[in-house]
């Protein structure tokens, strides 16, 4: 391989959309671009996941965003109600038939004009990167030249994971880039991977800018607390740290809080309006500087394929508490010694107590996670893997 390698991340939408699958395609383009990989991005017209997929955003060409070339290309119209019957079962892991899952697919964000530029265009990219793995432009896009296609599912335990029509699709690409071991090996229950398989992780700016004291300032805030960063939807678990934390509340009292970060509605329980404090959205400086205020920060998730909060946390200086039923964020902890883990409210209650009560303890398990950071997911770390994947020196 030669320096000239180009390579395009697939994608369903792009943007500077914060967290997940996007901002992790969005950054590992951005920072292979900067160490000489030519990159480029093809997604839909559609602006992020909530959108109405039916909907093109975003006028159909060509854009340059960040440096980075953006190939945009408008959505076929689909059958929401179709869909939305099939996806209902799935989400209540109901068995569904072969009919269905093409149902499901078909249905899904799909772009012809996408497709269509791969088949004609796919001499002039070495590889297609294809992220992550239960959207129409990955399921369809990687099967027009599935050696040349690698996959960065963003796997979880979910009922998605295991419809059959996914099955080809990691048998027959050339590679397959995992966020974690975990990940790794529950791919591997599931599927018959043919290719290369490797575990990068997502790159992390490791130096991140903090200051709690500004965030207390700001926000008026004197007592310890919990932090939460993240979306509010179902398989984020926020309403179960709801209940836990008002649950140790009514049990113990005392000023500690809960402070919430991020978008969505959620229904704060009667009489803990003054315990639980709801920020909603803030600036990325506002967040950072809570990790560096928190006591500890807790991630719920049951479904994680890496976690950039937590990693955020730790490099913050704030140790992080997850819930054991994430093999993901589990291993995490385990790996850097950077946090606890629980697995139902008696647990909950006991590691929140250990945290309040031993501050020094604390500090080093903040410090432990830092560590295990930087040492295996700072940009430098993570672009040499893929560079090495790819044969670039």
Not at 160 to 173: C, G, S, T
Not at 229 to 240: C, F, H, I, Q, T
Not at 295 to 307: H, I, Q, R, Y
Not at 343 to 355: H, L, S, T, W
Request: aromatic share 14%; proline share 3%; charged share 25%.
């Amino acid at each position: 391989m030669t320096d000239k390698m180009k390579i395009a991340f697939v994608i369903p939408w792009y943007g500077d959309i914060p967290g997940g699958a996007e901002a992790e395609c969005r950054l590992t383009a951005e920072n292979l671009q900067k160490s000489g990989v030519d990159v480029e991005i093809l997604t839909t017209c559609v602006k992020q996941f909530l959108s109405d997929w039916n909907t093109d955003y975003y006028k159909e060409g060509t854009y340059i965003e960040n440096g980075i070339t953006v190939r945009r290309f408008i959505v076929r119209k689909r059958d929401t109600n179709k869909f939305d019957q099939v996806n209902f079962k799935l989400m209540n892991n109901c068995s569904i038939s072969p009919i269905e899952e093409q149902i499901y697919m078909e249905n899904m964000i799909n772009s012809d004009n996408l497709y269509s530029y791969i088949r004609d265009h796919g001499n002039e990219y070495d590889y297609f990167f294809f992220i992550p793995y239960m959207f129409g432009t990955t399921y369809y896009g990687s099967q027009i030249y599935p050696h040349k296609s690698i996959l960065i599912p963003c796997l979880h335990d979910e009922s998605y994971a295991y419809m059959d029509i996914f099955k080809d699709m990691f048998k027959d690409v050339k590679a397959v880039i995992y966020n974690s071991e975990p990940e790794k090996e529950l791919a591997n229950q599931i599927y018959d991977i043919k290719g290369h398989q490797l575990v990068l992780g997502a790159g992390m700016n490791t130096d991140i800018s903090h200051n709690g004291q500004r965030f207390r300032e700001k926000y008026d805030l004197k007592d310890d607390f919990l932090l939460y960063a993240g979306r509010r939807d179902s398989g984020k678990n926020v309403s179960m740290l709801l209940e836990y934390f008002t649950r140790y509340k009514e049990s113990y009292g005392g000023e500690l809080k809960l402070i919430l970060i991020g978008k969505g509605e959620i229904d704060i329980p009667k009489g803990h309006q003054h315990d639980v404090i709801d920020l909603g959205f803030v600036p990325p400086q506002d967040k950072f500087d809570a990790y560096a205020a928190a006591t500890l920060f807790c991630m719920p998730s049951l479904n994680e394929s890496f976690s950039i909060v937590i990693m955020e946390a730790w490099l913050c200086g704030t140790p992080v508490l997850v819930h054991a039923g994430c093999e993901v964020t589990k291993d995490h902890c385990i790996k850097s010694n950077g946090g606890l883990y629980f697995g139902d409210y008696d647990e909950f209650e006991e590691c929140v107590k250990y945290f309040l009560t031993h501050p020094t303890k604390r500090d080093l398990m903040a410090q432990n996670g830092k560590k295990y950071v930087i040492g295996n997911y700072s940009w430098e770390t993570v672009i040499r893997g893929y560079k090495n994947l790819l044969g670039v020196v």
